[in-house]
């Protein structure tokens, strides 16, 4: 079966650049969640997206935004990196109709920041 | 007091066993409550889903809820060595959909 597809999955970026992450749904999923790991740690909520508007938003820092578009993916901008922000990046989608909020995550991105 | 709340562990049980896994939240309008598998580094990987009080089996896993305790479980019959991974709890409360998760418990089946 088709799962979620997270691209890249792994990038190395310095203090103060730009990253974009890129996550591409299950087919006829229409709601997607980004949700943000450090080590150790349990995954974080970001924010989330219905039918290409946002539906729900999370610690996600001012430094971060993301859209969803027209096909359903979604891309995580994210500028002026920090080195706290070096963290696994999980894109995860749902079926909003027939579901209990059941999501299935990607792979992930690992970001590093040096 | 986090959100939701489960034994870090480690659990340790041995191969054939049964595991038992515990998750207590805090929300009383928490809705869906789900638990998740994750080997180290690698995604989290849904393994059951239950939202109305009672037992849910599938296979070799059983998930049990009772929203007046607030309280999940997560049961793992005939443990196998490639069930060692972190199992993490989440639910969904009242008015989002964003997940909830604890910290996780890390089961080793030992063979």
């Known amino acids: 079966a088709a799962g979620v597809i997270q691209s890249p999955r792994h990038l190395i970026k310095e203090k103060r650049e730009t990253a974009t992450l890129k996550c591409y749904p299950i087919?006829?999923?229409?709601?997607v969640y980004w949700y943000q790991q450090g080590p150790g740690q349990d995954p974080q909520f970001l924010i989330s997206f219905y039918e290409k508007m946002q539906s729900d938003k999370g610690s996600i820092p001012d430094r971060f935004s993301a859209q969803q578009f027209s096909d359903y993916h979604s891309e995580l901008n994210m500028s002026s990196l920090e080195l706290g922000d070096s963290a696994l990046y999980f894109c995860?989608?749902?079926?909003?109709?027939?579901?209990?909020?059941?999501?299935?995550f990607g792979p992930g991105t690992r970001l590093t920041v040096t | 007091q986090k959100e939701v709340e489960q034994n870090s562990g480690p659990l340790s049980v041995p191969e054939g066993a049964i595991a038992s896994l515990n998750c207590t939240y805090s929300?009383?309008?928490?809705?869906?409550f789900f638990w998740y598998r994750q080997y180290s580094g690698k995604s989290p990987e849904l393994i059951m889903f239950?939202?109305?009080?009672g037992d849910k089996e599938d296979g070799r896993f059983t998930a049990q809820l009772n929203k007046a305790s607030q309280y999940v479980s997560l049961l793992i019959r005939d443990s196998q060595p490639s069930d060692s991974a972190t199992y993490l709890c989440a639910v969904t409360q009242g008015g989002s959909e964003k997940l909830v998760f604890g910290k996780g418990t890390k089961l080793t089946v030992n063979p």
């Open positions: 087919p006829r999923h229409d709601t």
């Open positions: 239950i939202y109305s009080n």
């Open positions: 995860a989608s749902s079926p909003r109709a027939g579901s209990f909020g059941e999501q299935y």
């Open positions: 929300d009383r309008g928490s809705q869906s």
